[in-house]
C-alpha cells in the first residue's frame, strides 16, 4: 500500500489546482468578480514575468478567464490560500498533516515536516485552522437529542511558573493565568466551545440559547454557574462533589472526554496557546471532533471538508500575525 502523501496532489501542482477545484467549485468554476458560472475557460499554464530568482519566469497555473467580464482569476481568490506564495501541495500536505492528527501538530513540528522556515508553519497552520471555523450554523440538540455542557480552564498553570512569571491573583484560585472555556457536545453529535470571557451564568446561558434547540434535554454537573445556563431547558445535574458520576444516562463524561483530548493537546502538541489565538485552537479541536471516524469521517474526508472552508476566509498575513505568536 503506498503512502497516502504520494497521491498526486501533495506533488503536482496541475494535480493540486484541480484537486481543489473540485472541492471549491463542485458545479463548475465561478467567476469571484462577477459571478458568472457560464464562458468560463480555463487557460493554459502561462509564465510569470522573469525575475532575478526565475529568469525565465515561473510557471502559473489553475488560471481561468471569464469571458463576461474579462477577468482572470484561479480557484485559490478569496480563500486563505490567496496570495500566498507557498505551493499549492504543500498547503494540501499542511491540511492532511492537521485533519489527521487527533491531537494536533504544532506548527513547529509542521514547518519541520514541510521543510519551510517557522514563521511560515505557524502562518501556515494559523490560515488552516481559519479555515477549519464553522460559519453560521444550525443549533445543536433538539426533540430527542441530548447536550452535555461544562466548562474547563485551558493554559499554563501558574504553579510551575518562575515565581516572578506568575500572573497575580485576582480572587480566582487556581485559575489564575488559565481561560476559560465553556463547551456544548451533543451525544454522538457535533460539538461547539468558546472561549468566554469570565464563566458566569449570564454569559454561559446565552451562548446555551443561541446555540443549542429549545427541545434539548440538557446535562451538567451540579456547578451552579453552569446548571443556571440552562434554565430555559429541560435540564439534569449530576454532583461530582457528592462522588456522584452517573446516575442512569445523566452524566457528563461525553464533554469531559471532549476536554481531556483539549487540554493534552494543548499542553502536549501546543504546549502554550495565546489568549487571541485560543478561539483557533478551539475551532481546530471541533472540526476534528466533528468529522471524526465514528461519524463516517475518514482522513481524506476530513481534508477535503477542511479545505472546502477555505472560501470567503482571507486572512492577511496582518490579521493573524498582529497578535503575536
Ligand atoms: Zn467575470
Known amino acids: 500500500m503506498a503512502s497516502v502523501l504520494s497521491l498526486p496532489y501533495f506533488h503536482d501542482e496541475a494535480a493540486a489546482f484541480a484537486f481543489l477545484e473540485g472541492i471549491v467549485w463542485p458545479k463548475g468554476p465561478t467567476c469571484p468578480k462577477c459571478g458568472a458560472v457560464d464562458r468560463i475557460n480555463k487557460l493554459a499554464p502561462q509564465r510569470s514575468k522573469p525575475s532575478k530568482k526565475h529568469p525565465e519566469g515561473k510557471p502559473v497555473l489553475g488560471l ?14 478569496g480563500t486563505v490560500f490567496e496570495a500566498s506564495h507557498i505551493p499549492l501541495p504543500m498547503w494540501l500536505q499542511a491540511a492532511h498533516l492537521l485533519c489527521s492528527s487527533k491531537k494536533g501538530i504544532s506548527s513547529n513540528q509542521l514547518a519541520r515536516i514541510l521543510g519551510v522556515q517557522l514563521n511560515t508553519g505557524w502562518f501556515m497552520s494559523m490560515r488552516l485552522r481559519e479555515a477549519m471555523r464553522d460559519g453560521k450554523l444550525p443549533p445543536l440538540g433538539g426533540e430527542g437529542k441530548t447536550v452535555e455542557i461544562d466548562e474547563a ?6 504553579r510551575n511558573k518562575h515565581a516572578n512569571k506568575r500572573l497575580p491573583k485576582e480572587g480566582k484560585g487556581p485559575y489564575t493565568g488559565k481561560a476559560p ?3 456544548l457536545v451533543e451525544r454522538e453529535g457535533r460539538v461547539r ?4 470571557p469570565e464563566v458566569t451564568g449570564e454569559n454561559l446561558r446565552q451562548v446555551v440559547e443561541a446555540h443549542l434547540d429549545g427541545k434539548t434535554l440538557v446535562y451538567s454537573d451540579a456547578n451552579r454557574t453552569t446548571h443556571y445556563a440552562a434554565k430555559s431547558f429541560r435540564r439534569d445535574k ?13 452524566h457528563t463524561n461525553t464533554v469531559e472526554g471532549y476536554f481531556s483530548i483539549l487540554k493534552r493537546g494543548v499542553t502536549g502538541t501546543y504546549h502554550h496557546v495565546s489568549q487571541q489565538h485560543l478561539h483557533r485552537y478551539l475551532a481546530e479541536f471541533d472540526f476534528r471532533h466533528n468529522e471524526r471516524v465514528a461519524l463516517g469521517v475518514d482522513d481524506a474526508a476530513r481534508s477535503v471538508k477542511a479545505l472546502a472552508g477555505i472560501v470567503g476566509k482571507r486572512l492577511t498575513y496582518r490579521d493573524s500575525s498582529e497578535a503575536g505568536a
Not at 478567464?65 to 482572470?72: E, L, S
Not at 466551545?193 to 468566554?196: C, D, K, L, Q
Open 193 to 196: 466551545s468558546f472561549h468566554v
Open 153 to 158: 480552564y485551558i493554559g499554563g498553570s501558574e
Open 238 to 250: 449530576v454532583d461530582h462533589t457528592a462522588g456522584e458520576y452517573v446516575r442512569g444516562d445523566v
Open 181 to 183: 472555556v465553556f463547551a
Open 64 to 77: 481561468w478567464k471569464c469571458y463576461h467580464c474579462r477577468g482572470q482569476f484561479r480557484v485559490t481568490v
